[in-house]
C-alpha cells in the first residue's frame, strides 16, 4: 500500500478509535446512572422497610406493656441505640432508680438557675430530678440521638431540648441560658473520651453554672472520669451502687 494510503487509513482507524472511546464513555456514565438510581431506590425502599418494621415493633411493644403491665421501650431503645453506636451512648440499658435518684440527690430543687442535663436517654435521671422537687421548666436537655428527643419531648414538653453534641455544650448553650445553671447533671460515656476532652467539658460546664454548683456524672469505673489531683476543683463520690447494672458510683465536682 502507498505511504499516502497507509497514512489516510491510519487516520481512519484512529478516528474510529476516538469514536468507540467516546461511545464507551457514554456508555459507561448511563450505566452509572443507572447504578445510582437503583442504589437510591432500593435505600428508599429500605428506609421505608425498616420503617414499618420498627413500627411493628413499637406496637408489638405497647401491646406487651398492656398486657403485662410494665414499661420495656426504654430498654429496647437503649439496647438498640448502644448496639449502632457503643461508644457515644453511655450505658447498656437506661440509670436504674438508685443510681437516678442519687444523681438527683445532688441537686438542690430550690437553687435558682437551670438545670442542665448532659446526654440524657430516654430519660430516667431526667424523672428523678423531677420527682427530687426541680420544675420541669427548669430543665435544659442536652441530647445526641434523635429517637430519644422525640421521647423526651413526648415526656418532659415544658423542659428546654436542645439536640446536639453535648461535649460542645458551651457553644450549643452559652447564648441560650439567660443565667448561669445551678447544675450539670452528666449521663455522658467520659471514661471513652481523652482526658484532654474531659477536662474540657468539665472547664465548660464550670463557665456556665453558678459558683460551687455541682457537676454530677455517673461512672462504672472505680476510678474517677476526671483526674482528682489536678487543681482547681474539689472531688467527692458516692458508696458504689451495686444494685445497678452494671454496678456504678456518682462523683460530683465543684470549682474552687
Known amino acids: 500500500m502507498p505511504l499516502p494510503a497507509l497514512q489516510k487509513f491510519e487516520r481512519k482507524i484512529e478516528r474510529q478509535l476516538r469514536l468507540l472511546e467516546v461511545g464507551k464513555i457514554i456508555i459507561e456514565r448511563k450505566i452509572e446512572r443507572q447504578f445510582r438510581l437503583f442504589e437510591q431506590r432500593r435505600d428508599g425502599l429500605g428506609k421505608k422497610l425498616s420503617a414499618q418494621i420498627e ?6 411493644i405497647k401491646q406487651f406493656e398492656l398486657k403485662k ?20 451512648t453511655g450505658a447498656v440499658t437506661p440509670s436504674g432508680k438508685i443510681l437516678a435518684r442519687t444523681m438527683a440527690r445532688y441537686v438542690d430543687p430550690n437553687s435558682s438557675g437551670p438545670v442542665v442535663e448532659l446526654g440524657p436517654g430516654t430519660g430516667p435521671v431526667t424523672e428523678a430530678l423531677v420527682e427530687a422537687g426541680v420544675d420541669p421548666s427548669r430543665l435544659v436537655l442536652v441530647e445526641f440521638n434523635p429517637t430519644f428527643c422525640r421521647l423526651l419531648r413526648a415526656r418532659y414538653p415544658q423542659a428546654t431540648l436542645v439536640q446536639g453534641d453535648a461535649y460542645s455544650m458551651r457553644r450549643l448553650l452559652e447564648s441560650l441560658l439567660l443565667q448561669p445553671a445551678a447544675a450539670v447533671v452528666s449521663g455522658l460515656p467520659l471514661m471513652t473520651k481523652p482526658i484532654k476532652m474531659r477536662l474540657r467539658l468539665l472547664r465548660d460546664a464550670f463557665e ?4 460551687s454548683a455541682p457537676f454530677v456524672q455517673f461512672t462504672y469505673s472505680v476510678a474517677s472520669p476526671v483526674p482528682t489531683r489536678l487543681k482547681g476543683f474539689t472531688a467527692e463520690a458516692s458508696e458504689r451502687i451495686w444494685m445497678n447494672l452494671p454496678p456504678a458510683r456518682v462523683w460530683v465536682y465543684r470549682k474552687t
Open 55 to 60: 413500627k411493628t415493633i413499637e406496637q408489638r
Open 208 to 211: 456556665l453554672m453558678l459558683p
Open 69 to 88: 403491665g410494665i414499661r420495656l421501650d426504654d430498654e429496647v431503645r437503649f439496647i438498640r441505640s448502644w448496639i449502632e453506636r457503643p461508644l457515644s
